[in-house]
């Protein structure tokens, strides 16, 4: 079709409306103009119109998919066919409603969409049983949230990777006394043969339901009749079977063709470290320098591919974390304590500790400054925004405290309340042993010798209860900032909920506060353990800022400018994922050095290479030229140089580095790769009148085929050659 160039995009529109008007057949008509003017920085555009793609399908958008994950041993998630899945709509708001796609409804295969609240295993299982007629799932978001609780992932988080094993432990391996997470259904580690999509434009919902019950719905539950609203989803995944068969797929791949096809990548990324006193890089520590870790984890997941808000399960530790690296970097003695303080950041540790056991990986094989000898006592943040009083849960491990002198210096160390002195004991749940969700130190070091000074010090302050924890949304699509309870004003602008301090912020920072105090007593010091107090401005800014919208002024200042692309309008995922760093590593390494970081007088070439600065070292410190605060006009930024201790680390499991696919030591979990993922609907018409189209098409190409030849053969009497022209005589 033609296009028409037009000077501006309102002169258009007004010269449309004119035209419209006037060919109106009645008063009171409306006048529509296309939606698919394109107007380029001069004002000028082309009118084009609609594809016939568009006329017949509406794409969904705002889709989030399950993906297929692989271990060692087997493989988890879902999958379509190869050219997608096609099925006719069903809504099933009641589990009732399910009969129709099971064995009462003609047209079979169906795609379900599923309400959230329905997402169950027992659900699950019985759409599984029934393959033959399941095209697909769509689950829509429950609104409000399950109020029992959700969460598909198992009772016992890494089973079979944690602490205890039938060596070390028996009685409290596999979580034998108590499961950690009582709610897990184990959905996520389920294989599933048919796509399965999840909805996260309540809009989008609104039309797909709205096509369900304009074809689809019959009174009286009678067939309806065609057409009919269908939907296709698109997932195939290229893995199979398990991590040893797609990783050998890929190596031999990689060897022998000019153009591998990979089916698969590790889950890997970068841990976040700093040190409260700066060490030298290039080296190692001597022996007798001993160093307190304190480490929390980054990452979370839930059933569906990036779609892991991990409010309780990862934020709120990290973020507390981050402000009791801010707290104890302020104390006056903070450079002189007899101990250094190391802050660590895991990724990966939803998946068999996959940042952790790196990490440790690497000291043994001397590729990091700190050893496993340095290691002094290690204190791991768990889940601390869902508690019930003003109590935190210090665990330990049982088996280490019966040793006399490693039970009466746990007794010590982490005696700090947030009621303030005279400060009460932490309570400790008793002999129920470490959290199955902590992090791998736990375990490489209390099942052996060479991490020594871990077992005295060995503790993990949760707020969770006392036998299992609280989190009723764990690795769930529903563990929101709503799930911890951070929620501001409906008349505040976006600025202003940045800045606004809620009462989850607070208790966070009583908690920041506690490990603050105990690492400075942990790293030695007596002196001012009272002064050291985290900021509840901090940790709401932080909650905010990976809850709410990461898009925000304060991320901003602390990025560097070509991060920026990082920061979206919603909150942040905390998904390991195969691309990294990720955006959350990113914002956690740049938020770490700003808090604890100092601000340089560097310009920004030497910033960027403080090599050419005498006065500056880059063994000793990190470097990065952030976009810093707006001015006093609020109309450009004041870029600065900030000078940190604050790194990245491999977080890549030693399986792929020694290339022990099936290793039963470290974690093996893949995610296939893939070529298209997208959803969309639209109407489809009875198998007879498709079967009527294509003969029909088939006669007509039938005919026109025998015509050609017809006049193919005649061509010499239905076409006369003209005659040559004869001599012309003037």
């Avoid at 030497?606 to 006093?632: H, M, R």
Wanted: proline residues 7%; glycine residues 6%; contains cysteine.
């Amino acid at each position: 079709m033609s296009c028409l160039q037009v000077g501006n995009n309102a002169q258009w529109r007004r010269w449309m409306s004119i035209r419209c008007r006037q060919s109106l057949p009645k008063r009171g008509s409306q006048c529509s103009f296309p939606k698919t003017l394109d107007v380029d920085a001069n004002g000028t555009g082309l009118c084009r119109g609609n594809s016939v793609e568009r006329k017949i399908y509406i794409s969904l958008n705002k889709t989030a998919p399950c993906v297929r994950l692989l271990n060692a041993t087997h493989q988890i998630g879902c999958q379509s066919s190869v050219s997608g899945d096609t099925g006719i709509l069903h809504v099933v708001e009641k589990e009732r409603d399910l009969q129709w796609v099971l064995t009462d409804g003609p047209n079979p295969p169906y795609v379900v969409l599923l309400e959230g609240e329905l997402f169950t295993r027992s659900l699950m299982e019985k759409l599984k049983g029934t393959t033959s007629r399941i095209a697909g799932l769509a689950v829509s978001l429950a609104k409000p949230r399950p109020a029992s609780g959700s969460s598909p992932s198992v009772q016992c988080p890494n089973d079979g990777f944690g602490i205890y094993s039938n060596s070390y432990g028996p009685e409290f391996a596999h979580c034998r006394e108590i499961p950690w997470n009582p709610l897990g259904d184990g959905l996520a580690y389920e294989d599933f043969s048919f796509p399965i999509f999840l909805l996260e434009d309540e809009n989008e919902t609104k039309v797909i339901k709205q096509c369900y019950r304009d074809h689809n719905l019959s009174p009286n539950g009678s067939a309806p009749t065609f057409p009919l609203c269908a939907m296709q989803l698109f997932s195939h995944m290229h893995a199979v079977i398990s991590t040893v068969t797609c990783m050998r797929r890929s190596s031999i791949q990689s060897t022998f063709s000019i153009n591998p096809e990979i089916v698969c990548d590790p889950l890997s990324d970068y841990n976040v470290w700093s040190m409260l006193k700066p060490i030298n890089i290039s080296g190692a520590l001597e022996p007798d320098d001993r160093v307190v870790v304190a480490a929390t984890r980054l990452d979370s997941r839930s059933f569906f591919w990036n779609v892991a808000p991990g409010a309780e399960s990862a934020v709120a530790s990290f973020v507390t974390q981050l402000a009791a690296a801010e707290a104890l970097q302020k104390a006056p003695d903070a450079l002189t304590l007899p101990r250094n303080v190391m802050f660590v950041f895991f990724q990966g540790e939803t998946f068999d500790y996959i940042g952790s056991s790196r990490m440790v990986y690497d000291m043994e094989k001397g590729k990091f400054p700190v050893q496993l000898e340095n290691i002094d006592s290690f204190v791991e943040l768990g889940q601390v925004a869902l508690r019930n009083s003003l109590e935190l849960w210090m665990h330990t491990d049982p088996m280490s405290q019966k040793n006399e002198s490693v039970h009466n210096q746990n007794t010590g160390p982490l005696s700090l309340s947030v009621l303030g002195p005279p400060p009460p004991a932490l309570p400790r749940p008793g002999s129920l042993g470490l959290p199955a969700e902590g992090s791998i130190p736990n375990r490489s070091a209390l099942r052996t010798a060479s991490w020594p000074g871990l077992g005295p010090a060995q503790g993990c302050l949760a707020g969770r209860r006392q036998h299992s924890h609280s989190e009723i949304y764990y690795q769930s699509i529903y563990d929101t900032a709503e799930n911890i309870n951070v929620s501001y004003p409906e008349w505040q602008s976006p600025e202003e909920d940045l800045n606004f301090v809620t009462d989850t912020a607070k208790a966070l920072a009583d908690v920041a506060t506690v490990l603050g105090r105990a690492l400075y007593q942990l790293a030695g010091g007596t002196n001012f353990s009272d002064t050291i107090q985290a900021d509840p401005q901090t940790v709401t800014r932080l909650l905010y800022g990976f809850l709410v919208r990461a898009n925000n002024s304060w991320f901003q200042s602390i990025l560097r400018q070509d991060l920026r692309s990082y920061l979206g309008d919603g909150p942040l995922q905390h998904y390991i994922a195969v691309s990294s760093p990720t955006n959350t590593t990113y914002v956690v390494q740049y938020a770490l050095a700003n808090l604890t970081g100092q601000v340089v007088d560097l310009p920004r070439e030497q910033c960027q290479d403080p090599s050419k600065v005498p006065s500056e070292n880059k063994d000793l410190y990190e470097y990065a030229w952030v976009q810093g605060p707006l001015n006093s006009n609020e109309t450009d930024r004041l870029p600065r140089c900030v000078r940190s201790t604050a790194r990245l680390a491999r977080a890549l499991s030693p399986a792929f580095e020694l290339r022990q696919w099936g290793s039963t030591e470290y974690s093996t979990w893949t995610e296939s790769r893939w070529k298209d993922i997208r959803a969309r609907i639209f109407l489809v018409a009875s198998r007879e009148l498709e079967f009527i189209t294509l003969m029909v098409g088939f006669g007509i190409l039938v005919f026109s085929l025998v015509v050609t030849y017809c006049i193919n053969a005649k061509a010499d009497v239905l076409f006369i050659t003209p005659r040559e022209p004869g001599a012309v005589s003037y």
